[in-house]
């Protein structure tokens, strides 16, 4: 067949076609299944112990869609479809985003440290220098007054060493109240006064509109060290917790079993909601594991244990889903088991 000038603008149509379906980026991010991996090679305590089964990092892949994703995604369960402006704030690029979940991942993977630590008794200290600015919320009063990658010392006189003493302090107050905030940027001590403001679907929560994290200098011997690449979030912090405590200990806490979950862990131990958990659900599935940890959020209605529950039920899993609301439940179920 003779190829014509036809022929040639049909093919260009089709090959721009495809290029547009696959690689022009829509305003919606996907979410859906990722994977289960062990934990060995991401957690690494020297001269720690080894075990005879596995801890998972159990993860959620997302993205900004293409067309092609889009319309894909229609089809397969347990995937998510989200605006855009509902995952990543107007005016914060991929980059900042990814740089501030990068940020709850260091925090949570130094929060889950001071936790096993301190449970299997073994050597920390840890010393605060006040908080950092995470992202701002757009329409509230720290809007272009404060940013990412503000290091926060003090409001209204009174010294700031965590991210509890700030929002303690600013929960005290009402909508109209203003308060002075003290801060780094650039190795620049600088002050901001801020009019507090109510968010919109917080029950009438006060507050000047900011994520935090606090700064805190945290010693460990052994050392322990993490190698998660580009993986963010906090939701892995029960995860590691189990992990490093597990390294630390002679006693093998796995006794054989593939174990996986997911929660984000604070300095004192308790495991925090996260989302996405009916796709960690799957995942840890997918990679044969025997229990999954999902935050109980004390029984309340909608937890994620009751949904991580639904999701093992609608699979027909054989994995045992197990409600904590705290590392001291995961910690106690595992010491009992056969």
Do not use: W
Not at 77 to 87: H, N
Not at 142 to 147: F, I, N, Q, R, S
């Amino acid at each position: 067949m003779r190829f014509t000038k036809r022929h040639l603008i049909f093919f260009v149509l089709i090959v721009g076609l495809l290029f547009f379906l696959s690689s022009y980026q829509l305003p919606y991010y996907i979410y859906k299944p990722g994977g289960a991996d062990p934990l060995n090679p991401v957690v690494e305590v020297e001269n720690g112990f080894t075990s005879e089964g596995d801890m998972h990092l159990v993860t959620v892949r997302g993205g900004q869609a293409t067309p092609i994703q889009y319309l894909g995604a229609q089809f397969f369960p347990y995937t998510e479809i989200r605006p855009l402006k509902d995952v990543r704030p107007e005016g914060v690029t991929e980059d900042e985003y990814m740089h501030a979940q990068l940020q709850m991942m260091e925090n949570s993977q130094e929060a889950s440290t001071v936790v096993a630590y301190e449970a299997a008794n073994a050597n920390i200290s840890i010393r605060y220098n006040g908080v950092y600015v995470v992202s701002v919320v757009e329409g509230m009063p720290a809007e272009d007054k404060l940013m990412m990658g503000d290091r926060i010392t003090g409001v209204d006189g009174f010294e700031i060493k965590n991210a509890e003493d700030l929002t303690s302090y600013v929960g005290e107050k009402e909508a109209g109240d203003k308060i002075t905030v003290e801060f780094e940027r650039e190795e620049k001590n600088q002050t901001v006064t801020l009019t507090l403001d109510t968010f919109d679907s917080s029950n009438g929560k006060v507050g000047m509109g900011i994520q935090l994290v606090t700064d805190r200098k945290v010693e460990e011997h052994p050392k322990v060290n993490f190698s998660s690449g580009q993986i963010g979030g906090p939701s892995a912090g029960l995860m590691f917790s189990l992990e490093i405590y597990d390294q630390l200990t002679e006693q093998d806490l796995t006794k054989g079993y593939q174990i996986a979950g997911t929660g984000e862990v604070d300095y004192n131990g308790n495991v925090i909601r996260i989302g996405g958990i009916d796709k960690k659900v799957i995942a840890a599935d997918r990679e044969g594991c025997d229990i999954f940890f999902a935050p109980n959020e004390n029984g309340a209605s909608g937890s994620n244990y009751e949904v991580a529950k639904e999701t093992a039920m609608d699979i027909e899993t054989e994995m045992e889903i197990v409600p904590v609301d705290t590392f001291e439940d995961a910690l106690q179920y595992l010491q009992n088991l056969d």
